[in-house]
């Protein structure tokens, strides 16, 4: 059984573990700079697009929330430690397909007070 596969999932279906990102890498980059270094191609077979990116590709898990309430009718999502790319993963991507309105890039990131 391999360690890990590579994956091709669209950024949306990928979720933070982080509420809050600092606005930069710890190279120095800025978030907003790094999303226009982003670029798309033409996607092929059931990919509509794939974002050529400045960095190394994200690291996702698939995790099994027991959710005993049956609240979540899936309770199987994928998740990274990988917060600041995917965020510019999800603000480079085209919007996505069947949402009207509220179906934007996520907030920016913000700064935690002390």
């Given at each position: 059984?391999?360690?890990?596969?590579?994956?091709?999932?669209?950024?949306?279906?990928?979720?933070?573990?982080?509420?809050?990102?600092?606005?930069?890498?710890?190279?120095?980059?800025?978030?907003?700079?790094?999303?226009?270094?982003?670029?798309?191609?033409?996607?092929?077979?059931?990919?509509?697009?794939?974002?050529?990116?400045?960095?190394?590709?994200?690291?996702?898990?698939?995790?099994?929330?027991?959710?005993?309430?049956?609240?979540?009718?899936?309770?199987?999502?994928?998740?990274?430690?990988?917060?600041?790319?995917?965020?510019?993963?999800?603000?480079?991507?085209?919007?996505?397909?069947?949402?009207?309105?509220g179906g934007g890039p996520p907030a920016?990131?913000?700064?935690?007070?002390?």
């Amino acid at each position: 059984m391999p360690l890990y596969e590579e994956k091709m999932i669209c950024p949306l279906a990928v979720r933070f573990t982080q509420e809050h990102i600092r606005p930069i890498f710890q190279n120095g980059m800025e978030l907003e700079r790094t999303i226009s270094e982003i670029k798309t191609k033409p996607g092929s077979g059931s990919y509509d697009v794939i974002l050529d990116t400045p960095f190394h590709a994200i690291e996702i898990v698939r995790w099994h929330k027991r959710d005993l309430s049956a609240e979540e009718p899936e309770g199987m999502h994928w998740l990274t430690f990988d917060n600041r790319r995917l965020y510019c993963l999800q603000r480079a991507g085209p919007p996505p397909r069947g949402r009207g309105g509220g179906g934007g890039p996520p907030a920016p990131p913000t700064r935690r007070m002390r």
